[in-house]
């Protein structure tokens, strides 16, 4: 049924319906114009002779008429007329032939106003007959000059007609044979059309799949050849761009890889001393203690950016790895909660519930969703879990500002920032950007949303393991 939408919605039913109206348009002209032209044809093939003839009796026997004729001579001149023919002068006609009164009063106007044969084509009783009228001049008078005398004359056209709808059916059946042929070829050109354009849609859908060096051979030297072309050239400069962008986009990760992991060992060093500083801080004149909480503070920050940036490299190399065993969520909360001081600042709501989970990510990510409602949000903060047969849900919600609307579709993104007058901020700008990656690698994801009231960032895990990637 799929198929027989595509086939019906499709490019080739329009080309064959088209080629099809244009050639019954055209086989019904051709047939049309020989219909007229044979009708025309055959009807002057029989009026023409008539008249010429009727015309050649007349003046044939002209000198024999003298005017004003009286009743006889109009019967011996109807009788000498070849044919049903009827003389006419005035109120008297001749006793053999046609009654006037039959005769179409538009040819009897026209023939006793006019100065030539004159003819007219009418059905009677379903059957064509033809009627000519032809004024008798004076001999040797103008142009013109009438003597009052009408000369009529019938022909019938039944055999005529038989031949003209015989011709007719003919043309009507030679249309009707082209429609099959029309299709034919419709459907054999819809073929030729469309036979590379499908190689072009398929080849376009697997370039936009990323496979990225797709091409095809181009034959012949039409517009579609010509498509193919700059479709090959198409693909070609987009898989050379693309390949330059990863190219760079891999020298930048490796990059970022290798001064984070070489800064770590001189940041250890660091912070042993900070440390060191902050023990003897008390004892250290006052502008020197601020000096060294500034630079002890300045430190972990900076060592907390680089081990974010040592995750995230992890993550874009695919070299992080999962360790899943079976957690009870309750317990992993309230363990990461307690490690870092914040039992007393956080409202939980913790049904125990497990999951299939690396201990490690997962304190990752509820460091990450509970300290970004500590700092950017406001109390209470809020952290509930709820669970169905699928999906275990764990909700950190904050009573804050929330976060800007603008902001709202990228504030997982990496250094994303609420507000964008802050050049800097408490956190490294990675947190949230590392717990949704984390989150994904379980198999589940997190969303953000306003509720109004504040922000909400709801972590989604899978009550069933996922398969290793």
């Given amino acids: 049924m799929k198929r027989l939408r595509s086939w019906a919605s499709g490019l080739r039913l329009r080309l064959v319906l088209a080629f099809a109206a244009m050639t019954l348009v055209g086989a019904g002209a051709a047939a049309g114009a020989s219909y007229v032209t044979a ?20 003046r044939t026997y002209l000198p024999q008429l003298t005017l004003p004729p009286d009743q006889r001579q109009l019967d011996n001149m109807a009788s000498s007329l070849k044919g049903i023919t009827t ?27 006019g100065t030539t044969i004159q003819f007219q084509r009418v059905l009677e009783g379903g059957r064509p007959v033809l009627y000519i009228g032809m004024p008798l001049l ?97 693909a070609a400069e987009l898989e050379r761009t693309v390949g330059s962008l990863r190219e760079m986009e891999a020298d930048a990760r490796r990059f970022v890889a290798d001064v984070s992991h070489e ?37 972990r920050r900076l060592t907390r950016l680089v081990q974010d940036l040592v995750e995230i490299s992890r993550f874009d190399a695919g070299r992080a790895e999962l360790r899943v065993e079976q957690v009870d969520l309750a317990e992993a909360v309230a363990n990461s909660l307690a490690a870092r001081g914040w039992t007393d600042s956080v409202a939980a709501d913790l049904p125990s519930v497990t999951v299939p989970a690396d201990p490690r990510r997962l304190d990752l990510v509820v460091a990450n969703l509970v300290g970004n409602a500590l700092r950017h949000g406001a109390p209470p903060v809020e952290i509930r879990v709820t669970a169905d047969d699928a999906t275990v849900s764990l909700t950190v919600s904050d009573h804050g500002p929330g976060i800007p609307e603008e902001v709202l579709p990228k504030v997982f993104d990496r250094f994303a920032k609420a507000d964008t007058s802050r050049a800097r901020s408490e956190g490294s700008g990675l947190g949230l950007s590392i717990a949704l990656e984390n989150a994904r690698l379980h198999g589940g994801d997190i ?18 393991a996922q398969e290793e990637r």
């Avoid at 003389?87 to 179409?104: K, Q, Y």
């Avoid at 969303?447 to 069933?464: H, M, S, V």
């Fill in 447 to 464: 969303e953000a949303a306003n509720t109004g009231d504040g922000a909400r960032f709801t972590l989604r895990l899978p009550r069933t």
């Fill in 39 to 58: 009708r025309n044809t055959i009807l002057a093939g029989v009026q023409d002779p008539a008249m010429v003839q009727l015309r050649d009796e007349v």
């Fill in 87 to 113: 003389v006419v002068f005035g109120s008297l006609h001749s006793r053999v032939g046609l009654n006037p009164a039959d005769i179409p009063a538009g040819l009897r106007s026209e023939v006793a106003a």
């Fill in 263 to 299: 800064l770590r060992t001189p940041l250890a060093a660091m912070n042993v001393v900070t440390d060191v500083l902050d023990e003897d801080a008390d004892q250290l004149p006052a502008d020197t203690a601020v000096a060294a909480r500034l630079v002890s503070a300045e430190t």
């Fill in 138 to 234: 004076r001999y040797g008078a103008k142009q013109g000059e009438h003597t009052g005398i009408e000369v009529y004359k019938t022909v019938p056209l039944a055999t005529q007609q038989t031949a003209i709808e015989q011709l007719a059916t003919r043309a009507w059946q030679m249309t009707a044979l082209a429609l099959p042929v029309a299709v034919a070829l419709a459907l054999l050109a819809a073929r030729q059309v469309l036979q590379p354009v499908r190689a072009l849609n398929s080849a376009a859908r697997k370039l936009g799949d990323g496979q990225l060096d797709v091409r095809l051979p181009a034959k012949g030297s039409d517009e579609l050849a010509q498509l193919v072309t700059t479709f090959n050239h198409t």
